[in-house]
């Protein structure tokens, strides 16, 4: 058994200026940046996120720009395999987070706990798959 909830969303830039495409999205999404968050570093700038809310964090990429989501779980090796049964592939295995393609081709993350709250509002999977209560 394990769990696994959305975490947030990703904005990818492809872009020089990672500081002017997060102001842009601040000022979209009426987020501020915070500059003090942990994910707030080099190519990476966090919004703020209200209480009970996924996050949205900005990031410089070299590949084209595009959105992903982020699947945060407390057991990253049960979480991908049980996407790889629902027809998920692995992309690419980083060091702390494994990037997938859905079958659709949209590629997301599956990282480690990041949010307040997991264990309150993830969905608990049995080790067939299926959600349970």
């Not at 058994?1 to 969303?9: A, W």
């Not at 996924?54 to 590949?63: A, F, G, L, N």
């Not at 987070?97 to 590629?107: L, Q, T």
Request: aromatic share 6%; charged share 30%.
């Amino acid at each position: 058994m394990h769990k696994s909830r959305i975490n947030g969303i990703l904005i990818d830039c492809q872009t020089e200026d990672i500081d002017a495409a997060a102001s842009f999205w601040a000022a979209a999404l009426g987020r501020p940046i915070d500059p003090d968050h942990p994910g707030t570093r080099g190519n990476y700038r966090m919004l703020t996120t209200p209480q009970g809310q996924i996050s949205v964090q900005i990031q410089r990429v070299d590949h084209e720009s595009r959105i992903h989501l982020d699947i945060e779980t407390d057991d990253i090796a049960a979480e991908v395999e049980r996407l790889e049964r629902l027809g998920a592939t692995i992309d690419t295995r980083m060091e702390r987070w494994v990037i997938m393609r859905a079958p659709s081709g949209h590629r997301f993350c599956v990282v480690r706990v990041q949010r307040d709250g997991f264990s309150n509002d993830a969905i608990r999977w049995e080790q067939a798959g299926d959600a349970s209560s």
